[in-house]
């Protein structure tokens, strides 16, 4: 910690230090936040541009195939890293490993919403009270909102999980 203070500020410091006793306890609370709000972002975009809206289906799909592929696991991977942050968050070597895991997939799903521009054009045949095809245009920008902060705090969460400098693990056990 005395290290970290000289080179951060001492507001900083405070939430990038590394021992049990500084942590903030509210700091894991918000990282179960930030992949909640991932998760409940992707089943929107996995709704909207997955399998289509209420009572119509895609046809075909011209462009943004990777927009739902993104948005499944996404949702899969923050959803089950969500649940496994709470079962080992006394752990911090499966809560590093679990936060790797959760931003991996975030930072896999960013990569695949960019190679298709965030936009996803599908055509949908709709049968509610009478049979039409259209085709529908999604725009998806606000994914690298939500799921770039979510990746910034899991980021953030895992710089204090895993030892790195003078002061880790593997010194204090060599000396």
């Known amino acids: 910690?005395?290290?970290?203070?000289f080179?951060?500020?001492k507001p900083l410091a405070r939430f990038v230090a590394r021992g049990e006793e500084d942590r903030p306890r509210w700091l894991l609370a918000v990282t179960l936040l930030s992949m909640f709000a991932a998760a409940a972002t992707a089943s929107v975009v996995?709704?909207?541009?997955?399998?289509?809206r209420i009572?119509?289906?895609v046809t075909t799909r011209l462009s943004g195939a990777d927009i739902p592929?993104?948005?499944?696991i996404v949702l899969a991977v923050c959803s089950f890293g969500f649940a496994v942050s709470i079962l080992v968050?006394?752990?911090p070597h499966l809560l590093s490993m679990n936060l790797v895991l959760a931003a991996c997939a975030l930072l896999i799903g960013i990569v695949l919403v960019a190679r298709d521009s965030a936009?996803?054009?599908?055509?949908?045949?709709?049968?509610?009270?009478?049979?039409?095809?259209e085709t529908f245009t999604d725009h998806v920008w606000y994914v690298y909102i939500v799921w770039g902060v979510a990746l910034a705090v899991l980021l953030l969460q895992l710089r204090r999980a895993i030892p790195?400098?003078?002061?880790?693990?593997?010194?204090?056990?060599?000396?």
């Open 89 to 91: 968050r006394n752990r």
């Open 69 to 72: 592929l993104a948005a499944y």
């Open 55 to 57: 009572f119509c289906t």
């Open 1 to 5: 910690m005395k290290r970290l203070e």
């Open 7 to 9: 080179a951060l500020p």
């Open 164 to 175: 790195i400098g003078p002061n880790s693990h593997s010194h204090r056990s060599a000396q």
């Open 46 to 52: 996995a709704v909207i541009t997955g399998s289509g």
């Open 119 to 133: 936009v996803s054009t599908a055509v949908e045949s709709c049968f509610l009270i009478q049979s039409s095809t």
